[in-house]
């Protein structure tokens, strides 16, 4: 299987016009020399988890933010590293492929050889697991020909991928002292990064000369802070996905007679299903943070989709088409807690066949009420975060089982005087993920590249290359690093009853905002979407003229470049230094205390642990 990974491709005419495309460079990562600003120290965002946090990540915890320059930047104190001796940096692929992953790898490589010709960059076959057994790639131009702007994780190849246990840690250690790596990149989503930060703290404590780096990739969205932006491959994802979409909307105005129940891949979040519905227009979308937030049932879903499709009846459409992310299983109270009661027997060994048995007697008749292929998918062991399959259960079949019964009954009893309810069930996960990449995925992929190097370079350890202002083009994007444990959160659980909770640091997947301008957005068209039929198709993917530098809805709706506006603020700050000093009016110093009293007052309620409110 080994000798699979990094072979040439048979690449077909598009893609070979694909791979000879070149992204962009912002100005701050053009030329030779690395200009790097370290400011202020990072701190958490929730500060209740301060604490937490610093205790299991002494050695890097408290890092500052750091902001590449351009060459024509005036910043006195920017570091400007000009000297670039050889290094060695291994790369490897964690989690499940998302497009635009081969670009991360093409943009390290480019920077690591502008910078020093000698520089070598290995490529971990298979994943962690590669990285344990040492199994490496050297990654060269040869090599990247065929996979420069492709999809998939190919070249490498993944595994089902982890570091977290003190074996795993340490196999990862070995690996990078026996290969001598003065930096390991692990390009991979929430769970991969939060390993990569646990990971550089190991190295800082054990003095190992490794420097860690993550980048967000991950089709499903959800690595999102304050930092973070956007990441690789939830473009692509969004867009292929809304073209099936778009297209089964047409085929439903053209029969006039079919209800489409699409569920689509995404893991707990619901960005993808939000993304796809402001790019699409379907009738309809149920979302799992609104699941969450109103404690809706089984039985309210169901009966607000019958009530939208008799109202859409009584405008003679008999028709339509509903997004369902595939985290909305677990959005339901309900059903959460009967997944909870089942992975519990499952982790106590008790046998699928038997789970029934030993149910409590409301989780018991709750599962007997679900038609028999979901039950057997929910019987199906968890994933290693205790999450669902979320892939493996069909919730669209579900859910339209449950509306055609619903509908039937009404039917029956006079209350529904539209036609016979016909349901098609789609289920749009894997069909995406092995795209091409987008062209702002290609961009953004090969950039953050070109910024692990840059991070390397500065000697940082711990961090996640980040970009922001990306909803400009990228001569106007702002690139920088970020630790990874100042975007990390502490989660409690309990363990039974009177116990303490326990809380361990983690990046956490962010949901959708429900007060956030994308969530706006869709509440303001919700109903004209619901009963007018506004289907809007984007098309294929566009790599030229209209609709190639297209970006995601929620990208553009959202107020963010977060960095960008933190270093506004420390402008602002330098200015009153300048204008406050020793020897200025005893006005101009009444007028400094005064507002700088009243902001931060202001700022140390805002900031409290009661009142802090993380819309990630």
């Not at 943009?107 to 490529?123: E, F, M, Q, T």
């Amino acid at each position: 299987m080994d000798a699979d990974y990094g072979i040439a491709r048979e690449l077909s005419d598009l893609q070979k016009l694909r791979s000879h495309y070149h992204p962009e460079l912002p100005p701050c990562l053009q030329g030779t020399t690395v200009r790097v600003e370290l400011r202020d120290a990072t701190t958490a965002a929730d500060p209740s988890g301060e604490h937490t946090i610093k205790r299991f990540f002494p050695h890097t915890y408290g890092q500052p933010l750091a902001h590449f320059l351009r060459a024509t930047a005036k910043v006195p104190d920017a570091q400007i590293i000009t000297e670039h001796p050889a290094i060695r940096v291994g790369v490897l692929f964690c989690g499940r492929q998302s497009p635009g992953g081969h670009n991360v790898i093409w943009g390290l490589h480019d920077a690591l050889k502008v910078h020093n010709p000698k520089n070598i960059l290995l490529g971990f076959l298979g994943g962690s697991e590669g990285l344990f057994a040492q199994k490496t790639l050297e990654i060269t131009d040869d090599v990247l020909a065929t996979y420069k702007n492709q999809g998939g994780y190919d070249m490498l190849g993944r595994t089902k991928d982890q570091i977290r246990t003190t074996e795993q840690v340490n196999a990862a250690m070995a690996a990078c002292k026996a290969l001598k790596l003065d930096g390991l990149v692990i390009i991979g989503g929430v769970t991969s990064n939060t390993d990569a930060a646990h990971l550089a703290e190991k190295f800082a404590e054990t003095k190992c000369p490794t420097k860690v780096v993550g980048v967000p990739v991950t089709l499903n969205g959800d690595l999102k802070n304050q930092f973070v932006e956007a990441n690789v491959g939830f473009d692509t994802i969004c867009k292929v996905n809304s073209q099936l979409i778009s297209n089964v909307c047409t085929d439903a105005l053209s029969a006039e007679k079919y209800y489409y129940f699409i569920r689509l891949m995404g893991r707990k979040a619901s960005h993808v299903a939000l993304e796809c519905t402001l790019q699409s227009h379907p009738n309809m979308v149920i979302l799992g943070e609104e699941v969450a937030a109103s404690k809706l049932t089984i039985f309210d879903i169901t009966q607000q989709i019958c009530d939208a499709v008799q109202a859409r009846a009584e405008h003679d459409k008999n028709h339509g088409v509903i997004l369902l992310p595939e985290g909305l299983i677990e959005s339901i109270p309900e059903i959460y807690a009967l997944l909870q009661e089942i992975h519990g027997l499952l982790r106590q060994g008790v046998s699928a066949d038997n789970i029934s048995s030993q149910l409590s007697p409301w989780a018991s008749a709750l599962f007997e009420f679900l038609p028999h292929f979901i039950r057997k998918q929910l019987l199906l062991h968890p994933e290693s975060d205790d999450s669902a399959q979320l892939s493996q259960i069909e919730t669209e079949k579900l859910i339209a089982h449950l509306v055609e019964t619903e509908m039937n009954k009404r039917l029956k009893e006079g209350t529904y005087k539209g036609k016979k309810f016909n349901a098609i069930c789609h289920f749009f996960g894997y069909q995406a993920r092995g795209s091409l990449p987008s062209k702002f995925d290609c961009d953004y992929a090969y950039v953050l590249g070109h910024v692990c190097y840059h991070i390397l370079a500065a000697g940082l350890n711990g961090y996640m290359a980040t970009i922001t202002n990306l909803k400009n083009p990228a001569n106007k994007w702002h690139c920088g690093a970020a630790p990874i444990s100042a975007m990390m959160t502490v989660k409690r659980y309990g363990r039974g009853p009177g116990k303490a909770s326990i809380g361990v640091p983690a990046l956490h997947p962010a949901t959708v905002d429900l007060r956030g301008k994308s969530y706006e957005l869709l509440s303001q068209n919700a109903t004209k979407f619901l009963l007018d039929d506004v289907y809007r198709n984007p098309g294929p993917l566009q790599f030229d003229g209209p609709g190639a530098d297209a970006k995601a809805v929620t990208l553009c709706v959202e107020d963010q470049d977060y960095i960008g506006r933190i270093k506004k603020l420390q402008e602002y700050l330098d200015k009153v230094r300048t204008i406050v000093k020793p020897g200025c009016s005893q006005d101009v110093l009444k007028a400094a205390l005064s507002a700088m009293a009243s902001v931060t007052d202001i700022l140390s309620v805002i900031s409290s642990p009661s009142s802090v409110s993380t819309p990630f």
